[in-house]
C-alpha cells in the first residue's frame, strides 16, 4: 500500500469500523438465537449479510470473520475492527487514484 492509499485508508476507517460495531450488535445482539450451533449461527449471519448481495463474497468473509470472533470473545469489538479494516484495505486498494491529495 502506497502512502497516498494509507492515508486514504485512514480517512475511511473510522466510518467503517462504526457500521461494523453496530452491524455486530445487531448480528449478535439482537438476532442472537440462544442455544444455536457455530454452524447455524454462521450460515444465518452470512445469509443476512449476503443476501442483498448476492454476488458478493466480501460479506461472506465478513459474516465469518465477525461470528467466529465473537463466538470466541464473547464481544462485537475485534470482529467489527477487523471487518472494517479488512473491507478499507480492499476498498482503497481497489480504487484508482490519479492525483494526489
Known amino acids: 500500500m502506497s502512502p497516498l492509499h494509507l492515508r486514504i485508508a485512514l480517512s475511511y476507517l473510522i466510518?467503517?469500523?462504526v457500521f461494523f460495531?453496530?452491524?455486530g450488535t445487531v448480528l449478535h445482539g439482537q438476532l442472537r438465537r440462544s442455544g444455536a450451533s457455530a454452524r447455524r449461527e454462521t450460515l444465518t449471519n452470512v445469509g443476512?449479510?449476503?443476501g442483498g448481495f448476492s454476488?458478493?463474497?466480501l460479506m461472506t468473509i465478513?459474516?465469518?470473520?465477525?461470528t467466529?470472533?465473537?463466538r470466541r470473545t464473547g464481544h462485537i469489538w475485534v470482529g467489527a475492527f477487523l471487518s472494517a479494516v479488512l473491507v478499507?484495505?480492499?476498498v482503497v486498494a481497489?480504487?484508482?487514484t490519479h492525483y494526489a491529495f
Open 21 to 23: 460495531v453496530v452491524m
Open 15 to 17: 466510518p467503517f469500523t
Open 48 to 50: 443476512l449479510l449476503v
Open 88 to 90: 478499507t484495505w480492499i
Open 62 to 66: 465478513v459474516a465469518v470473520l465477525s
Open 68 to 70: 467466529w470472533f465473537f
Open 55 to 57: 454476488a458478493l463474497p
Open 94 to 96: 481497489s480504487q484508482a
